[in-house]
């Protein structure tokens, strides 16, 4: 697409493209990430022993696209110090799931109020890390960032096997681990990568997207999708303040305030690599600041009408790269787009009629990117002795209480949900030991 820029208007935020190219590339940002967005909602709704048709599974879709939208222009218009006004794609986080799915883990409705009461202390939380970004990041190197973000990976993979399988819905039906089940997910993967690898532009960024559209029109086909629900659902609806109550639970606020440390620094990354792909400098320290507490504010607003923690959606960084237009006003128009799919219930209601089995499909590639792209941090580790000591106590402790949580039972209920995921004793093991043993000595 042709727009007829200088280089320059091209790399600066503040330029704005001919509304017939900033609409049609604002939704491309946008479907980049539209299914991983919805998908955390789905997961939990699941976990929580709703059905995919349930009037609070299609809210929680229906709040998951509507603040992917706000926090989206949050950032690319930012009220006061609050926003980087760049190109940054609101979504929300995977990192949290791991704290959410023990919350939530068959209790019904009544457990969201939990999620809630987490989710808005731990946004602001994160709002205050805005002030200390510079010693975050002292405190997390590579080393220990590349190890949460591949523990990340590890603890979800469970999640989109089980879902490729048919995940709950299949094994009270008794159909749990069927051929139909895994042909459909087959579909999902089988299309997704033949366009990551062969397909070009839009068929490219979007193959994820393309990819579930395809498993389910396959689902369709075979009678696996029940659209009854959609039609008794209303088109236009507002949303709703504590949906599902709010209660305040020590080790859930705990849990959603420590990992709102890591997603504080995936959104500096994401930032930063934002900057230097599309303006080619590194962002400034108001860019970070203003992020950050974006980042938080948008979450602390999400939880109280009933949605999930939000942050910076790294496919961003390379559709930027890509299309080499860094104007924040595209991303803005893709911001708004979300915000009407959020006002629609209907939409929420088709998006809840994806077989579980066809979501598996799109999961099992997500979640095996994200314990890639921490290996990929990894990579830049030195490993002597000392990093692989830090790296393996830490792996070996996190993923053992994760498989292993009996073994947490004299630990009090609120410590055990923490320790439980996995995913925080790591971290905390890392960044101690990161600090506390000396650099080794060179051998002779």
């Not at 749990?176 to 960024?205: E, Q």
Request: glycine residues 12%; contains cysteine; aromatic residues 6%.
């Amino acid at each position: 697409m042709t727009l007829g820029a200088t280089k320059e208007q091209l790399r600066d935020p503040n330029y704005m493209p001919p509304i017939w190219a900033a609409i049609p590339l604002g939704v491309q940002h946008v479907l980049a990430m539209f299914i991983s967005n919805i998908t955390p909602a789905i997961i939990v709704a699941g976990a929580a022993g709703l059905d995919a048709g349930e009037a609070s599974t299609v809210y929680l879709i229906q709040m998951s696209m509507l603040f992917a939208g706000a926090a989206t222009l949050l950032q690319t218009i930012g009220i006061g110090r609050m926003g980087a006004r760049l190109p940054i794609v609101q979504g929300t986080s995977f990192a949290f799931l791991p704290i959410m799915i023990p919350i939530v883990d068959g209790k019904g409705p009544d457990a969201l109020g939990l999620i809630a009461g987490g989710v808005i202390i731990g946004g602001l939380f994160h709002t205050s890390l805005s002030f200390a970004i510079g010693a975050v990041r002292v405190a997390l190197p590579p080393l220990v960032t590349g190890l949460v973000v591949l523990m990340l990976g590890l603890l979800l993979m469970p999640v989109g096997v089980d879902y490729a399988a048919g995940g709950q819905a299949a094994q009270s039906a008794g159909t749990y681990g069927s051929l139909m089940n895994w042909a459909a997910a087959l579909v999902v993967i089988i299309v997704t990568l033949s366009l990551k690898f062969f397909g070009r532009g839009l068929w490219d960024t979007a193959s994820i997207l393309i990819g579930l559209l395809a498993g389910y029109a396959f689902a369709l086909v075979m009678g696996l999708v029940n659209t009854d629900a959609v039609a008794a659902v209303q088109w236009g609806a507002l949303p709703q303040l504590f949906p599902f109550g709010i209660t305040f639970d020590v080790g859930a606020v705990i849990g959603f305030c420590l990992m709102s440390v890591i997603s504080a620094i995936e959104s500096v990354g994401d930032v930063s690599g934002i900057t230097r792909s599309g303006a080619g400098r590194d962002a400034t320290l108001n860019e970070l600041r203003g992020a950050i507490l974006a980042d938080g504010a948008g979450t602390a607003a999400a939880g109280l009408f009933g949605a999930f923690p939000n942050t910076s959606f790294s496919q961003n960084v390379g559709l930027i790269a890509m299309t080499g237009v860094m104007s924040r006003h595209v991303v803005t128009c893709g911001a708004v787009f979300l915000l009407l799919c959020g006002l629609m219930p209907k939409i929420g209601a088709a998006i809840a009629t994806v077989p579980t089995a066809v979501l598996g499909g799109s999961v099992i590639i997500m979640f095996g990117m994200v314990a890639s792209a921490g290996m990929a941090i990894l990579s830049q580790v030195d490993w002597t002795q000392r990093t692989m000591t830090i790296f393996a106590v830490s792996l070996s402790v996190g993923l053992g209480f994760a498989l292993r949580p009996e073994v947490l039972g004299a630990v009090p209920d609120a410590l055990r949900v923490l320790l439980a995921t996995g995913l925080l004793p790591a971290t905390v093991i890392a960044v101690t030991l990161n600090l506390v043993l000396p650099e080794s000595r060179t051998e002779a």
